[in-house]
């Protein structure tokens, strides 16, 4: 499986970005699938999942990210709202399950988010 993460950008604290994650060679549908991040200097953390169960949140996403699919477009996307400056990341997509990143075997490109304060 090959995943494409987009929709990276420049946005003031408080905006939203929605990020993308198409995956390719496979359907993301079947599959569970993740986003983490990394900050300069930083581990690589983990900031939400989804599997044909429900959906899992770091506590610094809860009630501010939402990660949702469609099969239909074997898509995966991480909606960002009210962001902060501390939310400024690399972010990835990837396909495997938990928060922990050793469960994931496939990783998109990863798309940079820079929040302005």
């Known amino acids: 499986v090959q995943l494409q993460a987009s929709g990276g950008g420049l946005v003031q604290a408080g905006g939203s970005l929605r990020l993308s994650c198409a995956a390719s060679g496979g359907t993301s549908g079947t599959y569970a699938m993740g986003w983490f991040r990394q900050a300069p200097g930083k581990d690589r953390e983990f900031v939400a999942s989804i599997t044909w169960t429900g959906r899992s949140y770091a506590d610094s996403a809860k009630g501010r990210f939402t990660i949702s699919r469609d099969n239909a477009k074997n898509t995966v996307y991480l909606q960002m709202d009210s962001l902060r400056p501390d939310d400024t990341a690399v972010y990835y997509c990837?396909?495997?399950?938990?928060?922990?990143?050793?469960?994931?075997?496939?990783w998109g490109q990863g798309t940079l988010v820079t929040v302005s304060s």
């Open positions: 990837a396909r495997g399950y938990g928060s922990d990143y050793r469960n994931y075997a496939d």
